[in-house]
């Protein structure tokens, strides 16, 4: 990216709220279900009908401002964002404006650089989303689904403090992070329960305000929002180059394409004539229903990660992946807990074999076959000399593929190590009888043929030899 | 008991009626609906007249009453405005826009009246989606007022009002978002009261202006509408704006003394908007408090002239935004021709709606507008304010503030049509309550050139219980509340 150029990018996430009904009404918020068998009267907007606010909804909106350290706005009001749409069905959307539940607050990241950065929240304010259109498989009609509208978003701003889209995804995977951490949204992003929009502008490094800015919508991946921002940047810096003017505008990222293109400007935007509705009451909060929450809080990514590189002895990087969900935090202690090896060998276990099988069968751990004492028990085998680290991860396979406990594995296919010396001293003799000229050209100086003789010994006792005893006899026998 | 009085009684007399076994509910059914369809049918009170519906109900009701059962309004007919929703029913709004919308629910009001034992006759005619004065801008044309047949009930709850004045219902439902129970209720001479803010729910009845909207009754006793309110008033879960404040026995504590009441009269209603006949009647109808031992009062509410601008921005900015959700998506009128979504929006709603709802609508889009909002939205919420304060500061001396309910009798259907600013001034004194979310009511004072006009109450917040106390002494030493139009007796 040309280097005369600083980039400046604020997010716009929506994350939806775990809730079970909808923000205004008794429906189901869950997702997949057949068009419009989630929507009520309130939902379709029917004459009469008037919301009733989901208290869970607020309660999870404090959770999050006090999880950011934001503050949470003792009176804050609902307005309405007035404009026409088919799956829109009041003709306006219940938000909020001038008084949002949360305001301020912060969230550190690490910046390209590896340092830790601190990214303004501006607010978080709580919103029903619409419904949508479908337009497939109609006959060339629209047809409109609102098991959505209704359902809960929070809408997260964050002050335009990113300078770069790896920054940009940094933040929207720690806030994502959070609000499972807080159990307040699945965090689904396929299902477009957490989606964001950018606001994407370039200024040259002298220049003190901020450029014009473009908006990118509806972003639902990790890997589609960094694209569109680099997109976007290097579209900005053409325009500027080619002494052009970026327009302010919406505009939508095609990932098929990998290109943004504009959806309308500055003047074409509607004038939604936002005003408070009537309909519902200023919601007002107070100190002890805050601090009630605030017990409930759980313990959070960072302090969490700080915790496992004390108590733990972790290594920074692998503290924080096993941060990143509350899942894997859990599952990680639970089987440092029982298992008798170094932490550091179990985080390995955690984040590498284990982690791969999840991935490559596409399960969480709440789904997988294998559980916390299971993994111990393996790496139980390990500490207590019965089996190999290499054979542990045979075992492992067994496991997962659900053939039984570690001990049944390695008892049933005979992986237990040979330790004993004396046997171990007969094959590395029987080795060394049948490779003649590598023996030779071994002790004439060939060291890394040391190597070989290990092999062949691992080789004729399947892996089951213990290998710290091989290597010590081995040496002793060539020398 | 002579089966043609019934129509002439009251809901009171009526439920003793059936329990001496003068007459059934059947029977009191059977004679309404043939007034209904017959003497009343030149009123064009009724959108929609549920026969068959409600002569089921009242045998219904017999049966229980045979039993010994007994509930509030068990076998009393009603009738509803029509936009309160009633499942099954059609509810118009007297709007093109719902000429086809059949509710799959009821309204939290018709709900709580139908659990007490009331029958519906049907649904009354009213002012499109509740925007009008003189009951004129309904899709199924003008109501006419019983007293004289040229000229306009009132409005927006005109049906209602004389439905009741024509004894062709004894009681029915109203709404009151800036004087739509109280002017209709004084034009036809009879009793009409709105409710605090938050004391009848709002759920299941068609939003005109949410802030100020409320449900109240037509009777044609304060008695009467003791009974009526006590039933459907209460707290709701639906609405979040309903308020969770016990119902009192409205009825029960209606003999309270007024010896001692404290009543307001409020300077700035007799100035030269007021007719004089009209004052005399307000004037005279105070003496008679006076003479009950009510203390009158002068008091003064400097901001209420500001009244009427500051409502016509509120209401018709809530308004614009309350009947987006008419777009012929999902219910309702769609118009036909159209080839894109803005035509489509634009053609319905263009062919849906008549002229005084889209001249609010427009109103309320503008006024709601950026660059707008803060000299109009605003400006008129801080005046709302400073009108609720005035009265406010009004009631830590009065217990009651009278005055005129409108500053006329009836005026010719036609009249005021071509010009909306006199037409919005006829609810110059009652629009002070509906923005300070005051209860209000009107009861029957006196006739000016042979047509009744109205007494307005207004009480504090929650202080039903004081305006029926009042009024109902007020009727129990007059009897302009009995006087029935000559047609229809």
């Known amino acids: 990216m040309n280097s005369n150029w600083e980039i400046v990018i604020g997010l716009e996430i929506h994350a939806q709220l775990a809730t079970k009904s909808k923000i205004f009404s008794g429906a189901s918020t869950a997702y997949g279900g057949e068009p419009n068998t989630q929507a009520c009267l309130v ?42 749409y088919p799956d829109l069905p009041k003709g306006y959307q219940i938000s909020q404006l001038d008084l949002p539940i949360v305001v301020g607050g912060n969230m550190s990241i690490l910046d390209g650089d590896g340092n830790e950065k601190i990214i303004g929240i ?25 098991n ?128 408070p509705d009537p309909d519902l009451l200023p919601v007002i909060i107070d100190e002890t229903y805050i601090a009630d929450i605030k017990k409930t809080l759980p313990e959070l990514p960072n302090a969490k990660q700080q915790r496992f590189i004390e108590t733990y002895n972790l290594k920074v990087s692998d503290a924080q992946i096993l941060t990143t969900t509350k899942q894997l935090a859990d599952f990680y202690e639970a089987v440092e807990k029982i298992a008798n090896t170094e932490s550091q060998i179990s985080a390995n276990w955690v984040i590498g074999d284990y982690t791969a099988a999840l991935n490559r069968d596409d399960l969480e751990i709440k789904d997988a076959k294998l559980s916390a004492a299971d993994l111990a028990g393996l790496l139980n085998k390990i500490a207590d000399q019965t089996i190999s680290g290499k054979i542990a991860k045979e075992v492992f396979e067994a496991m997962w593929d659900g053939e039984g406990s570690a001990e049944e594995i390695i008892e049933s296919k005979g992986l237990v190590q040979i330790t004993d010396d004396s046997e171990i001293e007969t094959i590395i003799d029987q080795v060394i009888e049948n490779n003649p000229s590598q023996l030779a050209e071994y002790l004439s100086g060939k060291d890394r043929l040391f190597g070989f003789f290990v092999g062949q010994v691992m080789k004729e006792t399947k892996g089951k030899a213990n290998p710290q005893k091989v290597n010590e006899i081995l040496k002793n026998k060539l020398t | 008991m002579i089966i043609k009085e019934i129509q002439n009684m009251t809901l009171c007399a009526l439920k003793q009626g059936m329990k001496d076994k003068d007459f059934t509910s059947l029977e009191i059914t059977e004679v309404l609906l043939s007034r209904i369809n017959g003497l009343g049918a030149t009123l064009n009170a009724f959108i929609t007249v549920t026969a068959e519906q409600a002569i089921k109900e009242a045998k219904d009701a017999d049966k ?56 519906m006759l049907g649904k009354t005619n009213m002012d499109e989606f509740a925007m009008g004065s003189s009951n004129e801008t309904s899709y199924y044309g003008p109501v006419k007022n019983p007293w004289n047949l040229d000229l306009s009930p009132g409005g927006s709850s005109g049906g209602s009002a004389t439905a009741v004045a024509a004894c062709l219902v004894p009681a029915a439902t109203g709404t009151d978002t800036g004087g739509s129970i109280r002017q209709p209720a004084a034009l036809t001479g009879i009793t009409g009261i709105k409710p605090t803010y938050g004391r009848v729910s709002r759920f299941g009845m068609i939003a005109f202006a949410s802030s100020l909207d409320q449900g109240g009754v037509f009777t044609r006793s304060v008695e009467d509408a003791a009974l009526l309110l006590g039933e459907m008033a209460g707290f709701d879960e639906n609405d979040s704006t309903s ?24 300077r700035q209603h007799f100035d030269a908007g007021l007719d004089d006949d009209n004052a005399i009647a307000v004037k005279e109808a105070l003496d008679v408090l006076k003479d009950q031992g009510a203390v009158i009062i002068d008091i003064d509410l400097p901001n209420i002239e500001l009244s009427v601008p500051t409502y016509y921005v509120v209401a018709s900015a809530e308004c614009s935004s309350n009947l987006s959700r008419y777009d012929g998506v999902r219910f309702g009128y769609r118009a036909e021709n159209y080839k894109d979504l803005n035509e489509f929006y634009c053609k319905t709603r ?36 400073l009108i609720s304060q005035d009265f406010k500061k009004a009631f830590e001396k009065v217990d009651l503030i009278a005055g005129p309910t409108t500053p006329s009798p009836a005026f010719s259907l036609g009249a005021k049509m071509d010009d909306p600013i006199e037409m919005y001034l006829n609810d110059i004194y009652t629009i002070g309550a509906n923005l300070a979310g005051l209860p209000g009511m009107s009861i029957p004072c006196g006739f000016v050139n042979g047509l009744p006009v109205g007494l307005q109450l207004v009480g504090k917040h929650f202080g039903e219980e004081s305006l029926l106390q009042c009024g109902h002494h007020y009727q129990q030493a007059t009897d302009w ?9």
């Open chain 1, 43 to 84: 939902d379709l907007g029917y004459p009469g009908t008037l919301p009733v606010l989901n208290q869970q909804a607020i309660e999870m909106a404090i959770r999050f401002g006090l999880a950011v350290d934001a503050e949470i706005s003792s009176r804050s009001v609902f307005a309405r964002k007035n404009y026409f």
């Open chain 1, 122 to 146: 501006t607010r978080a304010h709580l919103e029903e989303d619409a419904g949508k259109s479908v337009h497939e498989g109609l006959d060339g009609l629209s047809g409109i689904d609102l």
């Open chain 2, 243 to 266: 308020v969770d404040v016990p119902v009192p026995d409205y009825l029960g504590g209606i003999n309270q003394p007024v010896k001692g009441l404290k009543i307001g009269l409020v």
């Open chain 1, 148 to 275: 959505r509208a209704g359902t809960p978003l929070l809408e997260i701003v964050s002050e335009p403090e990113m300078s770069s889209a790896r920054e940009a995804v940094a933040y929207m995977r720690k806030i994502h992070s959070i609000v499972r951490y807080l159990e307040i949204s699945d965090g689904n992003m396929q299902e477009g329960s957490f989606r964001c929009d950018a606001n994407v502008s370039i200024k040259r490094f002298d220049q003190k305000e901020l450029g014009t800015r473009a908006e990118l919508k509806n972003l639902n991946s990790f890997k589609f929002i960094e694209k569109a921002i680099n997109h976007e940047v290097m579209r900005q810096i053409e325009i500027i180059e080619d002494g052009g003017e970026v327009k302010q505008e919406t505009r939508l990222y095609d990932s098929d394409l990998d290109e943004t293109r504009p959806m309308r400007s500055k003047e074409e935007a509607n004038d939604y004539r936002y005003f």
């Open chain 2, 64 to 119: 229980l009453i045979a039993t010994g059962k007994d509930k509030p309004l068990l076998g009393l007919p009603i009738a509803h405005k029509d936009l309160f929703c009633t499942d099954g029913v059609l509810t118009s709004c007297a709007s093109k826009m719902l000429h086809n919308f059949i509710p799959p629910y009821d309204a939290s009001v018709v709900k709580n009246l139908k659990a007490s034992g009331a029958i």
């Open chain 2, 350 to 385: 263009g062919e849906g709606f008549g002229a005084e709802v889209k001249r609010r609508i427009m109103t309320g889009t503008y006024v709601l507008s950026a660059g707008y909002y803060d000299a109009y939205y605003l400006k008129a919420q801080k005046v709302r304010q």
């Open chain 2, 481 to 489: 509340h009995l006087q029935i139009p000559e047609q229809f007796k």
